[in-house]
């Protein structure tokens, strides 16, 4: 056991109901991306108390926080602050029902439905560890708490601030660490070395036709007939492109044209989410996109052609292989056989290796089961894993304990790899 987890099995069990507390308050109170004013000032409240300096409203509401301590390397430790745009359905008593205003001026119900409220427990909680315990660790710890995951807005924003501000503002870091809640059995931690979430691009595309009467097809361009004939075509790049053994994913989440059975509309568009875990085959997808979404507006003799706006991109996190090394050595030495090495790359995203990225820092990511082990277990015995809410669901929500105290253990122990370097 490294020294912080120690100190965490010795700390006053008021420590463990305070977080307990905490978790269900900012899972009741739900904030959208960019938008974590609460959640920002809870965290940096807290963080003040402790003793560390605290940076508020870095990229909007980001919050960096720093614990100098003697000689010794900058870690780095990360969380998002994000809810999203959903409705709460899990029937918990600490359910959320918050609505709040999208971007768009829509009313939407909000949610933690992936557990980014748990990530700012532990991130605390692994702050309240090492402020309370400095005699084990050596080195400047860099807490950061990040909005806008969800919306690939919040790492990018923050390094911005970061960085137009001036380099020596914050410490640069020398490895960066942050952990994911998602289905696994509670009490386990995965990890990968090298790609472990795929690279996320999501496009608009509008294709531009020429509208009229429903009864005189021949005066229009119809772009109902460009946007379909370019949705089927779109799916022959992962199934007649991209070779087999290549992990790739497209989705065509929305189309939309027109308004009444008798108009054809000016345009059509499409909007599309793509998955790659290579940066060869993520360029390679983004050239087909257009290739076939010019190629089908020629077909239809369109006069325009499309247009393409990014969405947002989430790009490949790929652990350091050294690093994640020795967060392996310390996961198994607290985790033993609940310590297990993920045997492929999740098809998810995630903005956290745009810190690492951005100033060419090693990082490594890694997830922290939240399932109840009984219904994880159970469900890997009937080959129903795919059916357990997942994050994104509105059915999900981890399993507090020992959820909680696992992402604490597993945080402790891999910055304790760097911070306590005799242990
Ligand atoms: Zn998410
Ligand atoms: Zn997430």
């Not at 994000?82 to 829509?106: F, I």
Request: hydrophobic share 40%; with cysteine.
């Amino acid at each position: 056991m490294s020294p912080l987890t120690q100190a965490l099995a010795a700390a006053d069990p008021a420590l463990m109901s305070e977080l307990e507390a905490l978790y269900k308050d900012l899972h009741q109170h739900p904030e959208l991306s960019m938008q974590e004013v609460r959640t920002a000032r809870i965290v940096a409240d807290a963080m003040d108390k402790l003793g560390y300096e605290v940076t508020r409203e870095v990229g909007v509401t980001g919050v960096v926080c720093v614990l100098k301590n003697g000689a010794g390397p900058t870690v780095m430790l990360r969380a998002d602050m994000d809810g999203l745009p959903m409705a709460e359905n899990t029937g918990l008593p600490y359910a959320s029902t918050v609505k709040a205003r999208d971007t768009d001026g829509t009313e939407v119900g909000v949610a933690h439905s992936c557990g980014h409220d748990m990530h700012v427990t532990w991130l605390l909680g692994a702050a309240c560890i090492l402020a309370a315990n400095r005699a084990a660790w050596q080195g400047t710890l860099l807490i950061v708490f990040q909005p806008g995951e969800e919306t690939a807005e919040g790492a990018a924003a923050m390094v911005k601030d970061w960085d137009e501000k001036g380099q020596g503002r914050f410490p640069k870091p020398d490895i960066i660490l942050g952990q994911h809640v998602m289905v696994g059995a509670a009490g386990t931690v995965s990890y990968r070395p090298g790609v472990t979430l795929s690279a996320g691009d999501s496009l608009k595309i509008t294709l531009f036709g020429r509208g009229s009467h429903g009864s005189q097809p021949q005066t229009s361009i119809d772009p109902v007939i460009m946007a379909a004939a370019t949705t089927l075509r779109l799916q022959t790049i992962v199934s007649r492109e991209i070779a087999p053994t290549e992990p790739a994913v497209l989705t065509i989440g929305s189309l939309q044209a027109g308004t009444k059975e008798n108009i054809i509309p000016d345009d059509a568009t499409i909007k599309l989410n793509m998955r790659t875990f290579s940066e060869d085959t993520r360029e390679y997808m983004l050239k087909s996109i257009r290739r076939i979404c010019c190629a089908e507006c020629d077909a239809s003799g369109a006069e325009r052609p499309p247009e393409f706006t990014t969405i947002n991109s989430y790009p490949l996190t790929e652990n350091d292989l050294v690093a994640t090394q020795k967060v392996a050595k310390a996961f198994h030495q607290q985790f033993g056989d609940k310590s297990l090495l993920a045997g492929s790359p999740a098809s998810a995203s995630e903005d956290f290796s745009i810190f690492g990225r951005s100033w060419g820092v090693p990082y490594v990511f890694w997830f922290v089961g939240g399932t109840s082990p009984e219904v994880y277990a159970k469900a890997v015995q009937d080959k129903t894993v795919n059916k357990i809410p997942s994050n994104h669901s509105p059915q999900f929500a981890p399993k507090i304990h020992p959820t909680l105290e696992t992402g604490l253990q597993a945080m402790l122990s891999a910055a304790g790899a760097w911070l306590c370097p005799g242990a």
